[in-house]
């Protein structure tokens, strides 16, 4: 178990996850928002458990759902929110909305919309990392979507092949958009067939923030302190609510709404809240409240680009 104030920066970090996609879910019927959305909520905690079990200096890639992952890692919550109203203080100058969220400061290195393309990329940073002798790893997240693209493959063999310091986290919530994973690959243990590339992996079923938690510090120990090479950790969630967008989506029939309420009794939110005192918790849930509003006023009152931004920051 960890100790009381660990577990109070832990569910400050997902309470204020939580709370600013439920406050995107509000805005984004007001068409302030000029992005689509995938939101994390229910899958929070895999980015909180590992991002806190890694250093500052350590390197993150993440994909289109990257709101937890971004903030989890210490990504600029006012320039997030301006990023999805498309305003010039947005973290991406409001042209890269919430698929491509950066944050060069927090080593925040990108996200993006196409599946598995920022898995070459996170493990060419591993190999930047390695020539350089840093004592820097990567992680990089991805959805269990993105492990049937050949990308992937092609990444995770020259990353164990190099013993690169890389960590890859599938975040397995069974579904792309609508196709279950059953559907979808013959062979469903996704770590396993990442073993059988030559890494050591792990796989956490139990929802838990931490048996996560011990997971990930496990898996960045082997990663950077045995320099063997890379480790995969796959992490069963599931999102609480559509692919894409704020709704709910039990009314497409995909999935029924016992097997997220399923999920929703595991939730790491109400978990880690139930283990604080209640004035801690009300003390926390207030800063961030206030932080929240702060955000979403800065990204209001900010200014579209000019026209002029247009060409500039972009390759062709
Ligand atoms: C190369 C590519 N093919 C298809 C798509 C369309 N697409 C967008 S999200 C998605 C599902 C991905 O599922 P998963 O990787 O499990 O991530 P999740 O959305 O569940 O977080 C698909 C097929 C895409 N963006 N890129």
């Not at 302030?32 to 500052?56: F, M, R, T, W, Y």
Request: include cysteine.
């Amino acid at each position: 178990m960890l100790e009381k104030k660990h577990i109070q920066s832990l569910y400050k970090t997902l309470y204020r996850i939580r709370r600013t996609e439920e406050e995107i879910a509000r805005a984004y019927p007001t068409d302030n928002i000029k992005s689509p959305v995938h939101l994390s909520i229910g899958q929070e905690a895999v980015s909180v458990a590992v991002c806190d079990s890694l250093q500052s200096e350590d390197i993150a890639f993440g994909t289109y759902r990257g709101h937890a992952l971004y903030l989890a890692k210490g990504g600029n919550l006012k320039e997030m929110i301006a990023e999805l109203y498309g305003k010039e203080s947005g973290c991406g100058r409001g042209k890269a909305g919430s698929m491509h969220l950066i944050d060069t400061n927090a080593r925040m290195y990108g996200a993006s919309a196409i599946l598995a393309t920022t898995i070459p990329l996170a493990v060419g940073y591993a190999l930047a990392l390695k020539m350089r002798k840093s004592p820097q790893i990567v992680v990089c997240f991805f959805g269990e979507g993105s492990t049937e693209e050949g990308a992937y493959h092609e990444s995770v063999n020259f990353a164990v092949l190099k013993k690169l310091p890389i960590l890859f986290v599938c975040e397995n919530n069974e579904y792309a958009i609508y196709s279950h994973i059953s559907a979808r690959m013959g062979n469903t243990d996704v770590s396993a067939r990442a073993s059988s590339y030559g890494m050591p992996s792990a796989k956490v079923t139990d929802g838990n923030i931490f048996s996560m938690h011990e997971a990930a510090k496990k898996a960045i120990s082997y990663v950077r302190d045995q320099k063997q090479g890379p480790y995969f950790l796959e992490v069963y969630t599931q999102r609480w609510v559509d692919h894409v967008g704020p709704d709910e989506d039990f009314h497409i029939g995909y999935r029924s709404k016992e097997s997220v309420d399923f999920w929703k009794q595991k939730d790491s939110v109400s978990h880690l809240k139930s283990l604080l005192d209640e004035e801690v918790s009300h003390v926390i849930e207030e800063q961030v409240e206030q932080e929240i509003k702060e955000a979403f006023l800065f990204a209001e009152q900010s200014n579209f680009p000019k026209v002029e931004e247009l060409y500039k920051h972009v390759f062709a």
